[in-house]
């Protein structure tokens, strides 16, 4: 059974840093890719950022140059490293694979 925990979300001001984590388990983790995606209150979920088996990734434009996803398969563990935070930003993280949803983590961009 695939299980996915995030964790690594809070509340930080804008200019601030983040670094999400996601904790996979009930799979061959290796092989597959990864997405993180986010959803404010009352948007749709969108696709953030993702990363392939081999380790290719992709940015949304609205954070290109900001978020890094990177993964650590001896853990099991996808990141996203996010910085300059800006407002727009506050949202609940999720990540996905093979059409399984963690919990979400939330972030919130505050002054």
């Known amino acids: 059974q695939v299980q996915l925990v995030e964790s690594g979300g809070g509340l930080v001001q804008p200019g601030g840093s983040l670094r999400l984590s996601c904790v996979a388990s009930g799979y061959n983790f290796r092989a597959y890719g990864m997405g993180w995606y986010r959803q404010a209150p009352g948007k749709q979920r969108d696709l953030v950022a993702s990363?392939?088996?081999?380790?290719?990734?992709s940015y949304a434009n609205s954070v290109k140059g900001r978020f890094t996803i990177s993964r650590d398969n001896a853990k099991n563990t996808v990141y996203l490293q996010m910085n300059s935070l800006k407002p727009d930003d506050t949202a609940v993280y999720y990540c996905n694979v093979l059409c399984v949803w963690g919990q979400g983590t939330q972030v919130t961009v505050s002054s």
């Open positions: 990363i392939t088996s081999g380790g290719t990734t």
